[in-house]
């Protein structure tokens, strides 16, 4: 009897532990979806992880020294930060991730009895997913209803109208990156004087291989994944004087506008944002937009051919799509203007993503003969 039993559960053990194998061997076929960030654990320096159920955290140098010590796979070293996972994942990396994550389903490791490794997303520190991106592109009014939020209805009407009959080329301008790019829970800060600070959110393609003169027909070859973003916005305009034309460097260039998160989604466990997107900010738990793949003037994959065909795209490059309806400066949604108060919370989701939160601090200090002194007390350097 006993001699029996011990033996239907030794071959239970073994056909496991092939499964187990074999599914990692293969590792065709993935056995849980999983998303990719950059977080802080145990406060140590910044490193990449897996990402299941939106609620585990996963390392993956320890994960995948343990799938190397019980399985018969090859050694293979794991990135050092996101731009290295980026570059090496349709080169061999995203066969080991699927292992990793193969081998942890069916060995039960993310129920009961979890390995160090894996932590509770609320445990660690969330950072930005891209420490830092070579370039940010945005896409400008690339959503028919941010076209003319000032204007009264007819205008608003007319200009949307005159939009859809005549698409052009889309307008894209660049973000600074490291300065700009902050993370969950981190802060969006105020510049001091300024008091016309506004949200935007927005759907942050990551760039997975080297394109220059993609076609939109061949653009999602060249897609990594898909994250949450923001473009802060500064309304204020130039300081009085000299130009004054559209200054994009003071609009969208000042430190902690590019709030970027919370984790990226490979592009096959997310699906085709034209056909699926929608997009969502509110400030104060008051939502103020909601855009969907319909409204978009441009398609993204329009924007890769147009972005690639000015400037060689790299991997970890992010090509933000543009924003909806709702921002604080319009007042076709709402009425009136509002703009971002020190104390507000801003959050920022994407179904199939996630959230992104930040919130609001004003800049302390009065800064002393710096710069265009924004606002300036007199034209600069006169």
Known sequence: MYPARIFRLLTAVILLSCSSLLAAQAADEILAPFKVGTFSINGG????????????????????????????????????????????????LKKRLYEIVNDLVLRGALDDNRPAYIHPVAGVDTLPPILYPGKIMNAAVNFYTHVNETGTPEEVAASRQARRDNRGAPYLFLKPTRGAVIGQDDAVVVPYGRNQIDWEVELGTVIGTTAKYVSADNAWDHIFGFMVTMDISDRGGRPPGGFQGVDWFVGKGHDTFAPMGPWIVPKEFYGDPMEILRQTLSVGGEQMQEGMAGDMIHSLYELIEYASSLITLYPGDVLNNGTSGGVGMGTAVRGEQRFLQAGEVIEASIDGIGTLRVHVEAETGRPQGTGAQLPPEASYRN
């Open 45 to 92: 320096e910044p490193e990449v992880a897996l990402v299941l159920r939106d609620s585990l955290i996963v390392e993956l140098d320890a994960a995948n020294a343990a799938l190397e010590k019980h399985g018969l796979v090859p050694r293979v070293p794991m990135p050092d930060d996101m731009l290295g996972l980026i570059e090496r994942y349709e080169y061999g």
